[in-house]
């Protein structure tokens, strides 16, 4: 499986992105679906999870209600919808697949594949 994550950009605090992370492989459907992003200086850490069929979804409590975390098996694809942007919400996002990391709390080696990564900045 391969992923391409895009649809960062420059947004003022208070606007929205949506981010698209597009998948290759007919296997797209076998895997849990997560965001984590990056800001400069810090660790990696967990944004979203989306299950397989989509029937659970966990968020960090940083962007609960403000986040909203999807996928279109059919179109091999996963969003991130972010809304009520904040500074805090600058980083490089990443979109990865996993099948046995169902969890907020599950270490990056459980996950087999990483996109590239699409820079978000939240100017305030």
């Known amino acids: 499986v391969q992923l391409q994550a895009s649809g960062g950009g420059l947004v003022q605090a208070g606007g929205y992105l949506r981010l698209s992370c597009t998948a290759s492989?007919?296997?797209?459907?076998?895997?849990?679906m997560t965001w984590f992003r990056q800001a400069p200086g810090n660790e990696r850490e967990f944004v979203a999870l989306?299950?397989?069929?989509?029937?659970?979804?966990y968020y960090a409590d940083s962007v609960k209600g403000r986040f909203t975390v999807s996928r279109d098996n059919a179109k091999n694809m996963v969003a991130l919808q972010m809304n009520s942007l904040k500074a805090e919400d600058t980083g490089t996002y990443y979109c990865?697949?996993?099948?046995?990391?169902?969890?907020?709390?599950?270490?990056?080696?459980?996950?087999?594949?990483w996109g590239r990564g699409t820079q978000v900045t939240v100017s305030s």
């Open positions: 990865a697949a996993t099948r046995t990391g169902l969890s907020p709390y599950a270490p990056e080696a459980e996950y087999e594949y």
């Open positions: 989306i299950t397989w069929s989509s029937a659970i979804t």
């Open positions: 492989g007919r296997t797209f459907r076998d895997y849990a």
